[in-house]
């Protein structure tokens, strides 16, 4: 998963997985869902993000991190 914000739109997009988007929905004002061709969700797009969120915070909890990497090691 990546986050990447971009200033000079002020739109944060969050790729959940690399792949292709081929449709595009917004489901809210702002908010834009991207899908792959199995009508996956792949990534998440917000406009105006810096007045939607606080994007100096970015918190991370219950993620099995050390089992992920304990497992993809195996």
């Known amino acids: 998963m990546t986050f990447k914000y971009y200033l000079e739109t002020d739109m944060l997009y969050i790729e959940l997985v690399k792949k292709v988007s ?3 929905e917004e489901v809210a004002a702002g908010i ?3 899908f792959d061709e199995y009508q996956n969700v792949i990534g998440i797009e917000i406009e105006d993000a810096g007045r939607r969120i606080d994007l100096t915070k970015l918190e991370v ?3 099995p991190f ?3 990497v304990f497992k993809k090691a195996a």
């Open 22 to 24: 081929i449709e595009s």
């Open 32 to 34: 834009v869902l991207d």
């Open 61 to 63: 909890t219950a993620l």
């Open 66 to 68: 050390i089992d992920f």
